[in-house]
């Protein structure tokens, strides 16, 4: 996992709309917030609106969320940039949906699965790497992003963030042949 006090890994990747977005677009914003997601992943299709209310409860309080979509979208169809653009809408994502094609920004991060989160300070230093919730698909936990909400409570108060972190649980990232990371 990547260490807590990392600072963020510089990216510049398209959004559904074409656009690009980099990480200097964040320099002014109380905490930055990374999601990798997917389109097709059990584990984001059952937060997936719990994603979407995350965001609309925090972006008004200085807090900036993307997520990126690392997966090989030639051998995993449903999470092409196209495809990205339609989720984006049916979940009503009020962030940023980035396309990694290269999937260096995930290798960056050390991204393991989708879903994984990564939440920086106004530095853009990490101090929060995890799960959203311990609810899974199949369970009857519901979806609260009560891990995540509470280390980004926890730093927008001006305390600190809890060392105890449950790492994410979900589908491995999708990596292109002769692509894979060297840190699993």
Known sequence: MLPLG???PDFSLPDTHGQIVSLAHFNNVRALVVFFICNH???VKHLRMGLAQFARDYQGKGV???AINSN???RYADDSPEKMKDEARSADYSFPYLYDETQSVAKAY????TPDFFLFDHKHLLVYRGQFDDSRPGKTTPVTGHDLRAALDALLAGQSVSSKQTPSVGCNIKWKPGNEPDYF
Do not use: K, N
Not at 110 to 113: E, L, N, S, V
């Open 6 to 8: 990392t600072r963020a």
């Open 41 to 43: 992943c059990p584990y």
């Open 64 to 66: 900036a969320i993307i």
């Open 72 to 74: 090989d979208a030639v």
């Open 110 to 113: 050390r991204a393991a699965c």
